[in-house]
């Protein structure tokens, strides 16, 4: 499949089309194209650029893999073209090196995917995928990403060389650690230690709010109940591990040029995108962190989280049976996430004084963090990772 092209009626801002990193000539040669880099950069300062071909008017992402191994590297591409060739085309195509030197549309069957900068940095060609990302999906688009989810992973579990296995998620492991770390260190002590000259104000002072509902809530029970868990054995397979509402790429039917043979407005998921942190886990990682990072749009502050998601749950069950443990597993995986995710937060902007792209981004999730925070706190205190109440 090739490449998404543009529709006949959408030219480039000019203004936002330059000249492109030296390493799109891998794929590309002398060929001429343009690049931007506007609004394709996430949360985590990964660059990213949008490719245009003028000649072909097809479009291209390239993507640095950021500090990920070689290995690792060759490993996600390896799923990426295993799924596309199961028939998920929601996976962008992994473009082949050399693979756009010579006519507009040729494309290279096979080759390596890889391009090394001349930093040493690790750089990939993807196809453009088409559609448009949201916070607040309707049921429709939920079902419709938690069905394709369900096929990824049916299909993911096939892949040569990784049998699905029995064992303790990976995931799960992670948070008995960092429970463990966070019983040694409280946040009140490490937020002492940090110099108060320089923090930014808005930073600190959602560390403030999170400690007072931290304390509130009893998030010390929920820390030591968390590390004295014993993991249960689970399916692992290859997932995403990093699947949420940025990722899960919405089109209508014949809307944008992307769809044509969709009838009109019918809604479709066109792309699940950034595989960069695929890895070997338990399918319900994949599910937490997707409903977790989406917001219902009724409210629901006094409905469970898998009721919330009962629907698309039950679309993703039409694919692909959950067993009663994972069903479990994502509501705690979820709730400990929340818990987690904000200790991992302060960490890299108030200890490690990590840059990141778009800070209000980055206050915007952490606000929604703390929105959780105490709905998580109780979860953990009251349920263990099967679901059953303490």
Request: overall charge neutral; aromatic content about 8%; some cysteine.
């Amino acid at each position: 499949m090739l490449p998404a092209q543009m529709p006949p009626e959408a030219h480039p801002d000019e203004s936002e089309w330059n000249e492109c990193p030296t390493v799109c000539r891998e794929w590309f040669g002398n060929g001429p194209i343009r690049c931007s880099q506007s609004g394709m950069r996430g949360l985590s300062g990964v660059a990213v650029y949008r490719v245009w071909r003028p000649a072909s008017r097809e479009q291209f992402v390239v993507k640095s893999f950021g500090p990920r191994t070689v290995a690792h590297a060759v490993w996600v591409h390896r799923l990426m073209r295993h799924l596309r060739t199961e028939g998920i085309d929601q996976v962008p195509e992994v473009m082949p090196v050399g693979c756009c030197e010579l006519v507009p549309g040729a494309a290279t069957v096979a080759g390596n995917t890889l391009a090394t900068a001349g930093d040493g940095s690790l750089w990939e060609l993807l196809q453009f995928m088409p559609g448009k990302a949201t916070a607040c999906p309707t049921i429709e688009q939920a079902k419709l990403a938690l069905q394709t989810l369900a096929r990824i992973h049916l299909v993911a579990a096939q892949m040569p060389g990784e049998p699905p296995r029995r064992g303790v998620s990976p995931g799960h492991l992670q948070r008995i650690e960092q429970a463990e770390q966070m019983l040694r260190v409280p946040w009140h002590v490490r937020q002492r230690s940090i110099l108060v000259r320089g923090i930014d104000s808005t930073l600190a002072s959602l560390w403030d709010r999170a400690e007072t509902i931290f304390a509130a809530a009893n998030g010390t029970g929920a820390l030591k109940h968390t590390a004295r868990l014993r993991p249960s054995q689970l399916l692992l397979q290859a997932v995403l591990r990093d699947i949420w509402s940025d990722h899960c790429l919405f089109s209508q039917g014949g809307g944008d040029g992307s769809a044509a043979d969709q009838p009109a407005n019918q809604m479709q998921l066109t792309g699940m995108i950034d595989f960069h942190a695929a890895g070997i886990d338990t399918p319900a990682s994949d599910l937490s962190r997707l409903l977790g990072s989406w917001q219902p749009q009724a409210p629901t502050t006094q409905a469970s989280f898998l009721e919330v998601w009962r629907e698309p749950l039950d679309a993703y069950q039409t694919v692909r049976p959950l067993q009663p443990l994972e069903r479990s597993m994502v509501a705690f995986l979820h709730a400990t996430a929340v818990i987690f995710s904000l200790d991992n937060w302060f960490r890299w902007t108030l200890e490690e004084r990590r840059t990141f792209p778009d800070i209000q981004r980055v206050y915007a999730r952490m606000n929604r963090l703390l929105e959780q925070l105490p709905i998580a706190i109780e979860y953990v205190n009251e349920n263990d990772s099967a679901g059953n109440e303490r």
